[in-house]
């Protein structure tokens, strides 16, 4: 049999990019990172784009002044792996996320800074607490778990257990008043039985997350999980996805109540109708959707109120 090998590292430095994904004049999506260095057992991506590479502050920067002239208030920074940003550059020239986002909080006219998906260990209480320094920076924190079981996770080659993930939720939670905790979940990974499956709900409802992706384990040719014994058949992941979509609902709903009667700020994005009424539509720094009746030149202020009343299960309404 011929061996197929594939060079990883052939890819040296990033790849100049412009905006990755635009919210009509209000957010803009930056791709600060490409390629990947965890090799998780699931995931193909370290051997199709590479390792880590970075792009360089000064060119984010640049970018992200362009926009702010455009009108722009939010950017929101991703990338395959982002909390290694800064790992690919040489020693002298060093640099990580946070000296990354604290270059950018310095940017006239920028109201928000969000974060994309970060691996759970970046978050130490000194990382924490310098983030909750910084006013721009939102308390809407996406750390992807994939797993609520330890057993499942070890398979899956994620480099934490379950305690070291609360542990890092319990720093969030200490340095910010509050904050978002969003997640990622795969369900129906190789050998993953009933009582895995229970460990990782009972888990999710420790956490209490405001939103979870929840998705159904897919092969992917040529990953160690994908000749993995103990394949999931199909009906069981859809059983098992239903279930935690359920807990979703009910999990997010209980956060979003958590700002009844509560002032806050809601950049304003869109227009949005509901049982037959206009609305302008937007988020707060939670990346909760708050609504106030619909108004002329709205879209991209930043509005000013009090959290009132559910709209919907989604959307709470927003007094001024």
Not at 148 to 176: K, P, S, V
Not at 213 to 242: I, L, N
Not at 285 to 298: D, N, R, S
Request: aromatic share 10%.
């Amino acid at each position: 049999e011929e061996e197929t090998v594939i060079d990883i590292s052939a890819a040296k430095e990033y790849e100049a990019l412009t905006i990755h994904k635009i919210a009509d004049h209000t957010r803009a999506f930056i791709k600060v990172t490409d390629g990947c260095n965890q090799f998780c057992s699931y995931c193909i991506i370290p051997y199709t784009r590479g390792r880590v590479r970075s792009r360089r502050m000064e060119d984010v920067r640049a970018e992200v002044e362009r926009l702010v002239a455009g009108g722009y208030k939010e950017i929101v920074l991703t990338g395959i792996h982002l909390s290694s940003y800064g790992v690919d550059f040489r020693e002298e020239e060093r640099r990580t996320l946070l000296d990354l986002i604290v270059y950018l909080h310095e940017v006239d006219g920028l109201l928000r800074i969000r974060l994309g998906s970060l691996e759970p260990r970046i978050i130490t209480k000194e990382f924490a607490e310098a983030l909750a320094a910084l006013p721009k920076v939102c308390p809407h924190f996406h750390l992807s778990l994939q797993s609520g079981c330890d057993a499942t996770l070890a398979r899956m080659n994620r480099h934490y257990t379950t305690a070291d993930y609360l542990e890092r939720c319990d720093i969030l939670r200490a340095a910010f008043d509050n904050p978002a905790i969003t997640t990622d979940v795969i369900v129906g990974f190789p050998g993953e039985t009933g009582e895995e499956f229970q460990t990782t709900e009972a888990f999710l409802r420790t956490v209490h997350f405001y939103e979870m992706h929840v998705f159904k384990y897919s092969r992917r040719e040529g990953t160690r999980a994908a000749v993995m014994p103990d394949q999931v058949p199909e009906p069981v992941k859809t059983e098992r996805s239903g279930v935690l979509l359920s807990l979703e609902k009910i999990m997010s709903l209980e956060y979003r109540k958590q700002f009844l009667g509560k002032m806050t700020e809601v950049l304003m994005e869109e227009e949005f109708e509901w049982d037959g009424r206009r609305y302008m539509i937007g988020y707060t720094k939670e990346y909760v959707k708050a609504a106030v009746p619909f108004e002329e030149g709205l879209k991209g202020a930043m509005v000013c109120g009090t959290l009132t009343e559910m709209v919907n299960d989604e959307v709470i309404l927003l007094t001024r």
